[in-house]
């Protein structure tokens, strides 16, 4: 009777207490979601299970930046050895631009250079947040914190984990979750935006096609923006290099090996464990406060605020071009980086109010490839500012 009353008091089930009930819930929606409604499954999937993991009592599948290691009892965790190696390090956020760098074709971005500025101008709600999380939650959250805050409205997931772990590691699991979520709810959060910002005459201008781009082109491309780039902000060197280099090797045409593994078996391996570890940072004790709502309110103003800064700013642009040449404001909406989520999202949404006559995808994808750029230099902005 000893034996079995020792066994049960030793279980996790007498430690179970109301913030991991909880866990599992958030954990069991974001499976949820990624299952049944598809949003971001690759990454809610790992995050969801994550978090389950991290609040089942005596498992030790937690992870944490300020994590101290008992010398008496030197056991080696699991998910606390991949958030040591990969994300306090800062390994894991820089692979997958690389994989991402891989997988995106940059032509449509030259085609039509001046979709480079609506990347930037969608970066808006990034600033808008910051300086909001920091003046009006002031006593709730640092410089550093809103910085952190702020980069979920360029909708970037990497990006967001590699600011937040040098900027504000403990807040690293509501901001991902708020990053990540918001990126799956591209296609609910964006269409009302542009609904209200755009006539039925903006939504049918019809793009022409954009000029073709030489071979030269796109090999230079990722040189010559990772040099510039690096030489202005040289904080975003991590993220930014790394994406380049992952493009040049798409580019080159003599690297298929290398192209093939960079954004398919090694990006598909950093995302497993960059989204489980994410999700193993969520302890209930943590996460479960009231900064936690703050966040997630903040980064839906972030990122209505960056979709917002993409479609006027294509307006802006419609005053100043000659008739003819006027770009569908809708496509300044795909600016943030959500690749290529933006983009199908504004295919949809014009492609449906013009009764199919307008299909500005490949016009979309500009400002959409720019967001990435857009992202990486705004985070190496703050690293460069509060680092």
């Not at 798409?250 to 960079?262: C, I, Y």
């Amino acid at each position: 009777m000893e034996a079995l009353t020792k066994l049960v008091t030793d279980s996790g089930f007498a430690g179970l207490d109301w913030q991991a009930l909880v866990m599992f819930a958030v954990g069991g929606v974001l499976i949820y979601l990624a299952i049944r409604k598809q949003y971001e499954p690759l990454l809610l999937i790992p995050i969801g299970f994550g978090a389950i993991l991290a609040n089942l009592p005596l498992a030790n599948m937690s992870a944490a930046h300020g994590f101290v290691q008992n010398p008496d009892h030197p056991t080696h965790f699991l998910l606390q050895m991949v958030y040591d190696a990969g994300i306090r390090t800062e390994f894991l956020p820089p692979v997958i631009f690389l994989g991402v760098g891989a997988l995106t074709d940059f032509r449509p971005l030259l085609g039509r250079p001046i979709t480079f500025m609506l990347g930037a101008a969608a970066q808006l709600g990034i600033f808008i947040a910051a300086l909001g999380a920091f003046y009006i939650f002031g006593d709730t959250f640092t410089l550093k914190e809103a910085a952190s805050i702020g980069i979920i409205g360029g909708a970037d997931g990497p990006t967001s984990i590699f600011l937040a772990s040098k900027l504000a590691p403990e807040l690293l699991g509501a901001i991902a979750v708020a990053a990540y979520s918001y990126m799956a709810l591209v296609p609910v959060i964006q269409p009302p935006i542009m609904r209200l910002l755009t006539t039925q005459s903006e939504r049918e201008i019809e793009m022409k096609q954009a000029k073709p781009v030489s071979q030269t082109a796109v090999i230079l491309f990722p040189i010559l923006t990772a040099v510039i780039a690096i030489l202005a902000v040289p904080t975003c060197a991590p993220l930014l290099g790394m994406l380049m280099f992952g493009n040049l090797l798409r580019e080159s045409q003599v690297t298929d090996r290398l192209f093939k593994t960079a954004g398919g078996p090694l990006v598909n391996v950093v995302t497993i464990f960059l989204g489980i570890t994410v999700g193993a940072t969520m302890e209930g004790h943590s996460f479960l406060q009231a900064r936690t709502l703050f966040i997630l309110i903040i980064g839906a103003v972030a990122f209505s605020f960056s979709t917002f800064g993409g479609v006027v700013f294509a307006k802006t642009l419609n005053l100043m071009l000659p008739k003819g040449k006027k770009i569908n404001p809708c496509i300044g909406a795909a600016g943030v980086s959500a690749v290529p989520m933006a983009a199908r999202v504004v295919q949809t949404f014009v492609s449906g109010s013009t009764g199919g006559r307008v299909n500005p995808l490949m016009a979309a994808m500009g400002p959409n490839v720019a967001g990435v750029i857009g992202s990486a230099v705004a985070a190496g902005v703050f690293l460069q500012l509060f680092g």
